[in-house]
């Protein structure tokens, strides 16, 4: 339990205990249809065994919430009392790929098993039970939608809880301090999940009526048929995620091998453009996306010659050159690969500005691409917030004014005010990227810093390397 904080661990409990209190009728001697409980419990247990497979990629949630109509269907035919024991089996049975695997295997059970007994109270609030019977269509479809409707929203705040409880935010080296999760915790989660689990109550429903139909419990495992040609779905859509991110993770590694002055620099870049684009609220399939192009925004140097990009002395004219061929070089090798989108305009125009004095194309204002001035800012933070082994890094706080001085001219105001905000929000964990020896010892090699103010020359000109 060393991994889960303290707050954490008291919410978990604390939901044990009200789902404990939620089935206490059942020890008062309540009447439950205990073949109906069992038989629901069992394959609420049988579906989750095989939710998550391996494959040579790692784990993929195959079924996350796909048997979820098992558990309403259980609020529709059960008391509530009865109602909460169904999640339980499943929850203790399925695989849990973070550590500590018990306290999450009971945390998820106490969840469940309290979403499930307010689906079962909001559904006989408005009569479901008794329209269930006969059944009375399209009357049912209201006890049913509010089961499924006071599941999600169950489900949501106490996942959001959880989060507030288990992430803290402290404050960042750069003296912003990061503001606590829970005004954040929630946010997106209902929006998210209320469609899945309206689909998910209509399936419950559906099972429900079939297991009190005379064809029995047996038709009503048909309707979870289509539960697993989505769960073969979703795996499919996941092994092919993770074969991208297998993809870009080579590419970055390979840039970090030869240019060693930006190690850990890409996924840094990437993580600051999530933050801005998340302040601009850009959707989850663009945020991802422009994830992609902050991580591989400097892929192009795989193309310059490794005797320049570790030149210890200043560059001549034509290695400069040479240094700006990178985002060309960069979309060249990315051009080919569907998935990034509208990051591979990133990566080619990351170095232009607004006033038109940038590179490779000199583009201005607009005709720049908007995930393109979303990295050039978060290229720049990073570097400016980033000890190298040439010079010790900025301040948070100075490096920001830096980027609202240059607002206008080099950077798109929008972006630079969106990532203000977003570390305003959640603060900024600054890290030595390469060489920490030389770092520590404050030995820069000689000649690689072109000036008494090395971070100033790469944000206000083109430098070796540009921002980075």
């Known amino acids: 339990m060393k991994a889960i904080p303290a707050a954490a661990r008291a919410y978990i409990l604390g939901a ?52 979820f109509p098992v558990l309403l269907a259980a609020a529709f035919l059960l008391p509530p009392a009865a109602a909460v024991l169904v999640a339980v089996p499943g929850a203790l049975v399925g695989r849990v790929e973070q550590r500590p695997a018990g306290i999450r295997r009971i945390w998820r059970a106490a969840q469940l098993a309290l979403a499930t007994w307010g689906a079962a109270q909001a559904y006989l609030a408005l009569g479901g039970d008794r329209a269930l019977r006969a059944p009375d269509f399209p009357y049912v479809l209201l006890p049913a939608a509010a089961g499924a409707l006071a599941f999600c929203l169950v489900v949501t705040v106490l996942e959001g809880g959880i989060l507030a409880a288990a992430v803290g935010a402290p404050p960042t080296p750069g003296g912003l301090r990061g503001k606590a999760p829970v005004r954040t915790a929630w946010h997106g989660l209902l929006l998210r999940s209320l469609a899945p689990h309206c689909v998910h109550g209509l399936a419950g429903l559906m099972m429900a009526v079939l297991w009190r139909s005379p064809y029995g419990p047996l038709s009503a495992l048909f ?105 060309e070089y960069g979309h060249e090798m990315v051009r080919g690969i569907g998935f990034l989108g509208e990051a591979r305009a990133a990566i080619l125009h990351h170095h232009e500005r607004l006033d038109g004095s940038g590179y490779p194309y ?100 083109p430098g070796p390397d540009g921002p980075a």
């Open 362 to 461: 000199g583009l201005v204002g607009r005709q720049i691409p908007e995930f393109a001035r979303v990295v050039a800012v978060a290229d720049a933070f990073d570097a400016m917030t980033s000890t190298r082994s040439y010079r010790r890094a900025r301040p948070v706080a100075a490096a920001l004014a830096e980027l609202k001085r240059c607002a206008g001219t080099q950077f798109d105001p929008q972006m630079v005010r969106a990532l203000t905000r977003a570390l305003e929000r959640h603060g900024w964990e600054t890290a030595v990227t390469s060489d920490e020896a030389g770092a520590r010892g404050n030995v820069p090699p000689p000649g690689r810093a072109t000036g008494p103010e090395p971070v100033r020359t790469a944000v206000r000109g």
């Open 16 to 67: 044990l205990l009200c789902a404990g209190a939620c089935a206490f009728p059942l020890w008062r001697g309540a009447a439950v249809p205990w073949s109906t409980l069992l038989m629901l419990a069992g394959l609420y247990a049988v579906c989750e065994l095989p939710a998550r497979r391996r494959h040579h990629g790692g784990s993929v949630p195959v079924a996350a919430g796909s048997f």
């Open 223 to 327: 309707v979870l048929l289509p539960m697993y040609i989505s769960c073969w779905i979703f795996a499919q859509y996941h092994r092919e995620r993770a074969a991208h991110q297998a993809t870009i993770r080579a590419l970055v590694q390979a840039v970090d091998i030869k240019d060693k002055y930006t190690r850990g620099h890409s996924e840094r870049v990437g993580h600051a453009s999530v933050l801005i684009a998340r302040e601009l609220r850009m959707d989850t399939e663009r945020l991802e996306v422009l994830r992609f192009a902050g991580i591989l925004h400097d892929v192009g140097k795989l193309g310059v010659p490794t005797r320049v990009l570790r030149k210890d002395g200043p560059l001549t004219p034509q290695e400069r050159r040479v240094i700006e061929l990178h985002p």
